[in-house]
Each structure stands twice: as structure tokens, then as C-alpha cells.
């Protein structure tokens, strides 16, 4: 069980004023006997001119915030990028598909055998010649003598 501090307000964990000054007075009288300053007083009997003008902060941002919503830009922007070329990815191997299927087709079409028709060749022609004849002879093959002797 959590105890509280006396000091605190339970609501905010945030100190209340009035308290604060009271438990300062009482820590210094104890600290310092008779030698403690005196505490500003808190009374809000004090006229407007001499009370400091109350600072209003300016809004702020924590550079955590800041770094998600850029980082959550980014994210979205690379998933933009991503799925675009996940569809170009597609298309592409769509396209590929496609093709291949048209060069299978285109190769099984060549592949069946077709019958040709027989050419019409001219006719061939026989023609005499006009060459002699050749008259043939023996060869002497033991009775030559000398290395040009035909006959």
C-alpha cells in the first residue's frame, strides 16, 4: 500500500501551496532556531502592481512525439513505395508469364509434323554426247621395259 505524503495532494501527486510553505517554515525553525529568514507570505492581499506578472508557457512538444509523427510520414511513404513496386513486380512477371505461354504454345505448334506436298521438279533430259569413245587397252604390266613404255 502506497502512503502518501502529507504535503501532496492525492488527486495530482502535486504539492499543494499552502502546505509546502508550512512544512518549509517548520524545517527551518528546526534547523536554524532563531537564525531563520523570513518566508514570503502566500496572501493574496498584495496589490495587483507589485505582484509579478504570471508567465504563461508556451505550448511544447516532446521530440519523441515529433520523431513518431515523422517516422510514421515515413513509414507511410515507404509502404507507398513498397506496394508500388510489389504491383510493377506483378505486372512484370505477368507479362513474363504470358509471353512464356505464347513461346510454349508457338513451340508445340512447331513440333507437330505437317505433310509437304511433293515439288514439281522439271523433267530431266538425256542427251547424246559428242565425245568419243574411249578406246581401251591392256596394261603390260611385266613386259615394260622402260618407265614410259605403254605399248
Known sequence: VLHSHPTMSSARSIPKKATVVEALAESAKTKFGHYQRRLPSTDASRDSTTRPSITIPAPFNFTTQVRAGERE???????????????????????????????????RRALVHKAQPIRNFKPLEIKRSDKKLTMPFSPSFGLAKGPNCSR
Open 73 to 107: 510520414k515515413f513509414e507511410a511513404l515507404k509502404r507507398k513505395k513498397e506496394s508500388a513496386a510489389e504491383e510493377k513486380k506483378r505486372i512484370e512477371d505477368e507479362k513474363l508469364a504470358k509471353e512464356n505461354e505464347e513461346a510454349l504454345v508457338q513451340s
